[in-house]
DNA sequence: GCATCAATCAAACAAACATCCGATCACTTG
DNA sequence: CAAGTGATCGGATGTTTGTTTGATTGATGC
């Protein structure tokens, strides 16, 4: 890595914080300067334009995610658990560099062609390998694969909305919540022991 | 309804297109009145500001869901059946409305004081009501209830970032596979099936 | 037919914006 | 030391922003 490199990751870095707090279009290329102590003609340095930073920040965080998460899937066969490693995965990255992730969910919308279209390729990469865990439950059909895989990153792409440390248990306990509703749902005991309505585990 | 309410409502409909199509921040005035087919300034008839047709927008789709959630639920006992109705109320409102439902979901953090404490507000009431819905499932617990309930959040606003029309199925269809998602979950045949004895906790 | 009043407009305002540019600065290399 | 080079700076540019202002219109009441 050279220095120049060193010195392009720290300029991303305060462009992931002051995008994330601010969102892409009110961060002015002013604000980032200051969060990275450097003038604001000095940042074209790193950069063509304003959006070219946008992209470079999802382009890296996006290939962060795919790579723990393909790292996390490659040592888990069974499929319960491999629904348990996406979301364990995609939470710790969360609260590991939550301005990246939050960058990455609400501002891609504000991504131009042609970086765009790269990174809605990494997007569609991401969900294929979701999708694929899924997919390996029995029963499930086309269309509800599609909707769970979709719901799935929405209860994902919620939690930097509420979200508080501190308060809110670490990764693997909220990974474990969700994997739980996933898997079992809110009314096992309706479906599996009629007799006992109020029977739970 | 007055002529100048009347009037308003239209000015406020042009602001959820714009502001659902841009997001707020690079929404303009200028966009505003073209939509609204106004001059910029007079625009500021039934406005103070700009930040004021953000909140006008958020305040009356807010009132509106709660309203129809309301009236949705109190007509429905069964747990079950009221967990669905909080699917399709919200998912319906999303076809019919889909620009001001859009805004609130992705520019309600747009919102500074004073008027982001009152949709706070709002925001609070409909959590309880959903909140409330799933705490009516045995064995569900305070932490889990929390979780379990911003994962619905986040499922249901999430919807528009992949929702296609005419493709994806209508509000009834969606609503059934998330509420069968969200109480039995993707491995029900694991649980119950009698030949598959292993189980996750 | 005159006065009132709300609704609307075009024009103008300062402030903030992204971007560009020539001048330095801190270095390595000969 | 001299020359060269990449990084960084302050300032300037032209555009766009939200907002204000003063004038104009059209309808209503007298």
């Avoid at 990275?36 to 950069?47: I, K, N, R, T």
């Avoid at 334009?49 to 890296?60: E, F, I």
């Avoid at 991504?111 to 990174?119: C, E, F, Q, R, V």
Wanted: aromatic share 10%; charged share 20%.
């Amino acid at each position: 890595m050279t220095a120049y490199d060193q010195r392009r990751e720290h300029v991303l870095d305060g462009c992931a914080q002051v995008f994330a707090e601010k969102g892409y279009d009110s961060a002015s290329i002013r604000d980032i300067a200051r969060a990275v102590e450097m003038s604001a003609g000095g940042l074209y340095h790193y950069c063509s334009n304003k959006q070219d930073l946008l992209y470079q920040v999802c382009d890296r965080a996006f290939r962060s995610l795919i790579a723990r998460l393909e790292e996390g899937l490659s040592h888990v066969d069974d499929p319960q658990e491999r629904l348990y490693t996406v979301f364990v995965t995609h939470l710790t990255y969360f609260l590991d560099r939550p301005d990246e992730l939050i960058t990455l969910t609400e501002n891609l919308s504000s991504l131009t062609p042609p970086g765009s279209a790269k990174i809605r390729e990494l997007q569609r990469c991401y969900y294929d390998i979701v999708s694929g865990v899924l997919a390996s439950f029995p029963g499930i059909t086309a269309t509800s694969l599609r909707v769970a895989t979709m719901t799935l990153f929405g209860s994902i792409n919620w939690v930097h909305t509420w979200y508080r440390r501190g308060i809110d248990g670490g990764a693997d306990e909220l990974a474990r919540v969700m994997t739980d509703l996933f898997l079992n749902g809110l009314a096992p005991a309706y479906k599996c022991s009629p007799s006992s309505p109020k029977h739970v585990d």
